[in-house]
């Protein structure tokens, strides 16, 4: 079956950087676009970026574009986000996800 974990999150200060990884198993990974999403306390689920199956191309939402950039290794199964000059309403918690399939996410904090 489908297997998502992400990891990599944490407390960071504003202006600060993390970066974000999700190990994929149980599918192609090289055949399919990955996408992050957050779930933002009291404000739901926000489709943060995307990429194309073989990274050729990507996608983001206004809020992040600029500061974040999705990436993949498609030889090892992972998908990154690279985040920096994080704010505080980056605070959230990052999935990672395909299809209908989610990992259980990783916390982001960013608070000085």
Do not use: H
Not at 31 to 44: C, D, E, S
Not at 96 to 107: K, M, S, Y
Request: aromatic content about 12%; glycine content about 14%.
């Amino acid at each position: 079956q489908v297997e998502l974990v992400e990891s990599g999150g944490g407390l960071a200060q504003p202006g600060g950087s993390l970066r974000l990884s999700c190990v994929a198993s149980g599918f192609p990974f090289s055949g399919y676009g990955m996408t992050w999403v957050r779930r933002v306390p009291g404000k739901g689920l926000e489709w943060v970026s995307g990429i194309y199956r073989d990274g050729s191309d990507a996608w983001y939402a206004e809020s992040v574009k600029g500061r974040f950039t999705i990436s993949r290794d498609n030889a090892n199964n992972r998908l990154f986000l690279q985040m920096n000059s994080l704010q505080p309403e980056d605070t959230a918690v990052y999935y990672c996800n395909v299809d209908a399939d989610w990992g259980l996410g990783t916390q982001v904090t960013v608070s000085s």
